[in-house]
T-cell receptor, first 116, second 114 residues
Framework: SAVISQKPSRDICQRGTSLTIQCQVDSQVTMMFWYRQQPGQSLTLIAT?????????ESGFVIDKFPISRPNLTFSTLTVSNMSPEDSSIYLCSSGLAGAAWGEQYFGPGTRLTVT | SQQGEEDPQALSIQEGENATMNCSYK?????LQWYRQNSGRGLVHLILIRSNEREKHSGRLRVTLDTSKKSSSLLITASRAADTASYFC??????????????FGRGTQLTVWP
């Protein structure tokens, strides 16, 4: 299975500021996914990041609030912009692997964000 | 929405007992997966069952899939305190425009008491 790392593992930020979360995969992957998990809730997909093209955002998420970069096949960043306390969540990245089953994903350890 | 629903939402058992969690979903799928999440951490992939499979085993895990009822179950046998975690089912729709995305259920919080 892939090793996926995220930085930072946690952060406490002030409202109105922005935080960029990094996701690194130890092998080249086509798709990377960014999820949000609000306290006590399930995972909600924010966007799908495909290398060399614009990210595809899910309903309710916009690029101005959650800009994503995907500069190469092993790396992606998610920025949470102009944060408010409602953005306090765990943010997770995931990816599939070459040869894996359709939709099979492996997750990073998550970034726990608290906005004060 | 394709989001799945797990039940129960919470399950509390003693070590050595079996734990059964159920998942229902709404649309046709390519496969269904189960993940475990320890408190506030990333998700760990447990097992994947394809739409043409009915049962799959992995160690102490047994997964069943009934596509006619659009439901799946995860059985953990001889549970241990270390199995305490949240368990999520996730469905992958058929190939096409879905980009391989997953649709997650709300999860079952399993607590195993020593």
């Amino acid at each position: 299975s892939a090793v996926i790392s995220q930085k930072p593992s946690r952060d406490i930020c002030q409202r109105g500021t922005s935080l960029t979360i990094q996701c690194q995969v130890d092998s080249q992957v086509t798709m990377m996914f960014w999820y949000r998990q609000q306290p006590g809730q399930s995972l909600t997909l924010i966007a799908t990041a495909n290398q060399g093209s614009e990210a595809t955002y899910e309903s309710g998420f916009v690029i101005d609030k959650f800009p994503i970069s995907r500069p190469n096949l092993t790396f992606s960043t998610l920025t949470v912009s102009n944060m408010s306390p409602e953005d306090s969540s765990i943010y997770l990245c995931s990816s599939g692997l070459a040869g894996a089953a359709w939709g099979e994903q492996y997750f990073g350890p998550g970034t726990r964000l608290t906005v004060t | 929405s394709q989001q799945g629903e797990e039940d129960p939402q919470a399950l509390s058992i003693q070590e050595g007992e079996n734990a059964t969690m159920n998942c229902s979903y709404k649309t046709s799928i390519n496969n269904l997966q189960w993940y475990r999440q320890n408190s506030g951490r990333g998700l760990v992939h447990l097992i994947l069952i394809r739409s043409n499979e009915r049962e799959k085993h992995s160690g102490r895990l047994r997964v069943t899939l009934d596509t006619s009822k659009k439901s799946s179950s995860l059985l953990i046998t001889a549970s241990r305190a270390a199995d305490t975690a949240s368990y999520f089912c996730a469905t992958a729709a058929d190939r096409g425009s879905t980009l391989g995305r997953l649709y997650f259920g709300r999860g079952t919080q399993l607590t195993v008491w020593p």
